[in-house]
Structure formats: C-alpha cells, structure tokens
C-alpha cells in the first residue's frame, strides 16, 4: 500500500471526509464537494468544484479524476476532461470541473461525493523516430476497423 501525504487546504472543511474507498473491492475513491453554499449546475453548464484537499504524491504515481457512475447514469452529470490527471509535482488545491449534460439542473451541495481518485503508477517514455514500425495483423485500420458483430444485441 501506498502512502501519500495529503493536506487540508481550508480549515472550514475539516469535518468532510478524505477520500475514501466505499467498497472493499472499489479502485476509485469518493471525493466530496467543499463548498459553502449549494452550487447550481445548469443543463449544459460546466463548473468548477473545490475539495479543500492537496496532496502530494510519489514520483512516478498520477491521480486520475473520474466520473461516478451514479451522477453520470441518474443525472447526466459527469467529471469533464476525465479521466483528468493529477501530476505528482502539482501541490494547489484539487478542485474537480463537472459538467450537466442532462435535462434539469444539478445542485452540488457541501460534502457531496462527486467524483472519483483512482491512484496508479506510470511509465516516463522516450521516442525513438524510427522510418518504419514493426508491422501487426490489424496495422493501420482504426475506428470501427474490427466491426461491431457480437457487440450488440437484437435483430440486423
């Protein structure tokens, strides 16, 4: 297991919870809205959520903000640009940008679960410009190029 330091960035906030798995076998943990008042997220409305928490996390190691599947299905409210990244040199405030993408507006009130962390290592790459690259079954087909047989049920 993992330890990362993580440090409340508003003192007012100090009774919301840290982020945390709600489920035993749960890989994303909830984060809650620090908000004073309820904020209102209008139909096509994007805003931008703070959580009066910072971390910081090891080298090698990102943050991903994502989506909770619960807004997204019952009230078409999602984290926008997610999976989003956290940097393991960033130290600001986490704050999570949420978009409504459904009919009626959203009220995002204090200690809210509104998105999910997912912490995971990565891999620092090189590039190598090469003239050619190695060659595969599929090469270059892209976009649909395996077709959509088995995916989806009912009549053709």
Do not use: H
Request: proline share 10%; hydrophobic share 40%; charged share 20%.
């Amino acid at each position: 297991m993992v330890r990362i330091p993580i440090r409340r960035t508003n003192p007012s906030f100090a009774d919301l919870p840290l982020p945390s798995y709600a489920t035993e076998g749960a890989a994303g943990m909830d984060v809650c809205a620090a908000v004073e008042e309820p904020v209102e997220l209008p139909p096509g409305g994007i805003v931008v959520i703070p959580t009066a928490l910072a971390m910081a996390l090891p080298p090698g190691y990102e943050c991903q903000v994502r989506s909770r599947s619960g807004l997204a299905a019952q009230y078409g409210v999602f984290a926008l640009n997610a999976p989003g990244t956290i940097d393991s040199d960033y130290r600001g405030e986490i704050r999570i940008i949420l978009a409504n993408f459904g009919k009626e507006s959203f009220w995002i009130r204090r200690g809210d679960r509104i998105a999910q962390l997912v912490v995971t290592r990565y891999e620092r790459v090189s590039w190598e410009l090469v003239l050619e690259l190695p060659p595969t079954e599929r090469g270059d087909g892209g976009f649909g190029s395996t077709g959509i047989e088995g995916v989806r049920p009912g009549p053709r």
